[in-house]
Nanobody, 117 residues
């Protein structure tokens, strides 16, 4: 059993910043990649950013240049620094852990990010 616990969400004004954190614990035998997805009301979940154990990153086009993903392999943790936030970034953000390139995948419970004036 793998548990993922997210923190750092909240309410922020447009143009502001937030930093999300996710810590993995439990029966972790391997980690291929960790990342963040988000789901806004009435929309499908979309992958925001991923980072492999080797440090390779990938971002959703709409967040490139504003969001930065990083990880601490020793702590089995992943972070998402979000700058220049926009109202359209409002969503529940979910942490994801991929044990291998073919899964299994594990998800956190989600943390709400609201960007509003």
């Amino acid at each position: 059993q793998v548990q993922l616990v997210e923190s750092g969400g909240g309410l922020v004004q447009p143009g502001g910043s937030l930093r999300l954190s996710c810590a993995a614990s439990g029966s972790i035998f391997s980690i291929y990649a960790m990342g963040w997805s988000r789901q806004a009301p009435g929309k499908q979940r979309e992958l925001v950013a991923t980072i492999t154990s080797g440090g390779s990153t990938n971002y959703l086009d709409s967040v490139k240049g504003r969001f930065t993903i990083s990880r601490d392999n020793a702590k089995n943790a992943v972070y998402l620094q979000m700058n220049s936030l926009k109202p359209e970034d409002t969503a529940v953000y979910y942490c994801k852990l991929s044990a291998t390139a073919r899964g299994p995948n594990y998800w956190g419970q989600g943390t709400q990010v609201t960007v509003s004036s």
